[in-house]
């Protein structure tokens, strides 16, 4: 199994930047994706964007509009997100995932059924 846990969230104005951090241990020489989500009160968990362990290739939710970077750190088997120019409706739990290699129903790095582990999630709240 892996095991996620997430820090760097926090309360910030408009306009500032946060990163976070996901750090995974136990198998995760079994990842081959990772991912970042996140779920606002009363809303469905959406996709914010996802990297491919093996390649590097990155992929982002539209929503994002260009102002998060997703990123690893194979050495320290730790998963970033940087965001910058947040906004108050950027304020959601933001949740880590990881995909393991293995048959799965789908191929969409964006979709949460694409993940087999998740972490407990960090809570960023951006005021106005």
Do not use: H
């Amino acid at each position: 199994q892996v095991q996620l846990v997430e820090s760097g969230g926090g309360l910030v104005q408009a306009g500032d930047s946060l990163r976070l951090s996901c750090t995974a241990s136990g198998s995760t020489f079994r990842i081959f994706t990772m991912g970042w989500f996140r779920q606002a009160p009363g809303k469905e968990r959406e996709s914010v964007a996802a990297i491919s362990k093996t390649t590097g290739n990155t992929y982002y939710a539209d929503s994002m509009e260009g102002r998060f970077t997703i990123s690893t750190d194979n050495a320290k088997n730790t998963l970033y997100l940087e965001m910058n120019n947040l906004k108050p409706e950027d304020t959601a739990v933001y949740y880590c995932a990881a995909a393991n290699f293995g048959t799965r129903s789908t191929n969409d790095w964006l979709s949460p059924t694409f993940y087999d582990n998740w972490g407990q999630g960090t809570q960023v709240t951006v005021s106005s």
